[in-house]
């Protein structure tokens, strides 16, 4: 088993397939650039999503996360917290989310 700064680095690695809390997974930077750009004209202008965690297996790898957005204009003065978790699997060199969990 690797650590979970080796679990990290492959997950930034992988650019084809990336998790992002939302209603869909994002494919790639462009699509990830356009789904933060659709919370920001929501009104949601901060957003922070930190692994506070990260395990890695053979062609899987576990970690978790906390997200916060703080908004502005119609949302100014509110903000949004939680806890998510992953599980992704390695599938033709891609890596895939099998799971996620959100609270």
Request: overall charge positive; glycine content about 12%; charged content about 20%.
């Amino acid at each position: 088993m690797r650590g979970a700064a080796e679990a990290r680095q492959a997950l930034r690695g992988s650019t084809r397939r990336t998790p992002f809390w939302s209603d869909r997974l994002a494919s790639g930077q462009e699509e990830i650039r356009r789904a933060l750009g659709g919370l920001h004209q929501a009104g949601w202008t901060t957003v922070a999503i930190d692994v506070v965690d990260a395990r890695a297996l053979p062609g899987v790898v576990i970690f978790a996360s906390k997200f916060n957005a703080h908004g502005s204009g119609a949302l100014a003065g509110k903000s949004l917290s939680g806890k998510s978790s992953y599980a992704l699997s390695r599938v033709g060199g891609e890596w895939l989310a099998a799971m996620h969990t959100a609270a």
